[in-house]
């Protein structure tokens, strides 16, 4: 069956800091892959997407970026945070096109402060 | 752009009560829909589907139909349980693309 890791769960950060958020997939092979940022008493906003290794798709500009450097992981990074950036991170997985869902990990709370 | 809207919370509702959550869609050509749902302290998971005009998703006692003619996909169900308490979502996949549009959820409170 598959499998979707994030770490860490929580994680609390200085202003200016860096931020390096991973993702990790089991028993898939070529997920399209996805970062969710879920603010408090927002919704969902889709951040980025990657169909396959190297491909980055950036949705929204923002001082956050993306990396897929293998096949089941997807990194979530930034140089500085900002107090903005705090909120609550779902990474996804999702196989092909056309009809098929997302399956979420469990999230990453981040408190930038 | 493909957009969802979605009623705003929060809804409060007593057990037994019925429940709609309204969501409305804007997209090209015929994308599949969705409902996900997001019990306190845990991440999304999926409640229902339906991927072409008049399907009906159901699970759990909710359901929703697709429909075209509104470009709409309210959820519904009977008779709500404390249980139910949880973040909704509603949200699009587009047509031949990878990307899923999520609206901004809708908090549903339900009271014993």
């Known amino acids: 069956s598959q499998t979707i890791h994030q770490w860490p769960a929580t994680l609390v950060q200085p202003v200016g800091s860096p931020l390096s958020l991973e993702c990790t997939v089991e028993g898939t092979s070529n997920p399209n892959l996805y970062w969710y940022r879920q603010a408090a008493g927002r919704g969902l906003q889709l951040l980025f997407y990657s169909v396959g290794i190297g491909q980055i798709s950036s949705e929204v500009p923002q001082n956050l970026s993306a990396s897929r450097p293998q096949d089941r992981q997807f990194i979530l990074s930034s140089k500085k945070l900002l107090l903005s950036d705090s909120g609550f991170y779902l990474c996804a997985w999702g196989a092909g096109t056309g009809r098929a869902k997302q399956y979420f990990g469990p999230g990453t709370r981040l408190t930038v402060t | 752009g493909d957009s969802v809207t979605q009623m705003e919370g929060p809804v409060t509702l007593s057990e037994e009560a019925f429940l709609t959550i309204n969501c409305t869609y804007t997209a090209t050509g015929y994308p599949s829909l969705f409902w996900y749902v997001q019990y306190p302290g845990e991440g999304l998971q999926l409640l229902l589907k339906a991927t072409k005009a008049d399907d009906k998703g159901s699970n759990k006692g909710f359901e929703a139909t697709y429909r075209k003619e509104t470009t709409s996909f309210h959820l519904e169900k009977g008779s709500v349980q404390v249980s139910d308490s949880a973040v909704y979502f509603c949200?699009?996949?587009?047509?031949?693309?990878?990307?899923?549009?999520f609206g901004a959820g809708t908090r549903l409170f339900v009271k014993a």
């Open positions: 949200a699009l996949l587009e047509p031949g693309g990878f990307k899923t549009i």
